[in-house]
């Protein structure tokens, strides 16, 4: 995996994306340049580990372009697979928004890229757009519902 900068041939593009994301639709035009401020372009190759199960919160990332898969690996040390992520999908959500280690390993099942944002600098800024604060909580909630589901398909 590698960072590139964000380049002024790919900004356009990249305020597109993130203005159209269900996660920050809708946010005021001095917001979004805030939050464009401070994301970072990662790229990823097939086979790519992007999420480490039990890692420290670093930050959240929106899928640009390429598909991943979630899994988690239960105390019994068998995966279960929990998701398969595309385009405009969020992942590191948890951490970011509840300090709490990576609760899934994310791979990449294709090679893509994606926006990420740092975990401090990102809740500087949602601190003034809490719609997104308030979408982030109910997808992490979706998810925790989704994840118990499968843990208990497994017993």
Not at 26 to 37: F, H, N, R, V, Y
Not at 85 to 96: D, Q
Not at 126 to 132: C, E, I, S, Y
Request: hydrophobic content about 40%; charged content about 20%.
């Amino acid at each position: 995996m590698r960072i590139e900068p964000i380049s002024a041939n790919t900004e356009r593009e990249i305020r597109g994306m993130v203005e159209d994301s269900a996660l920050f639709r809708g946010m005021p035009g001095a917001t979004l340049d805030s939050l464009l401020s401070i994301c970072h372009k990662i790229i990823w190759e097939y086979g790519d580990r992007i999420l480490f199960q039990g890692a420290p919160p670093t930050g959240l990332i929106l899928i640009g372009e390429g598909t991943v898969e979630v899994t988690a690996t239960t105390d019994e040390a068998s995966t279960v697979m929990l998701a398969s992520l595309t385009t405009g999908a969020t992942l590191g959500e948890v951490g970011t928004m509840q300090d709490a280690n990576s609760t899934a390993n994310v791979t990449a099942t294709a090679a893509g890229w994606g926006l990420f944002f740092p975990k401090e600098e990102l809740l500087q800024v949602l601190k003034t757009f809490p719609r997104a604060t308030e979408r982030l909580t109910r997808l992490i909630n979706a998810r925790a519902g989704h994840t118990l589901a499968k843990l208990r398909n497994r017993e």
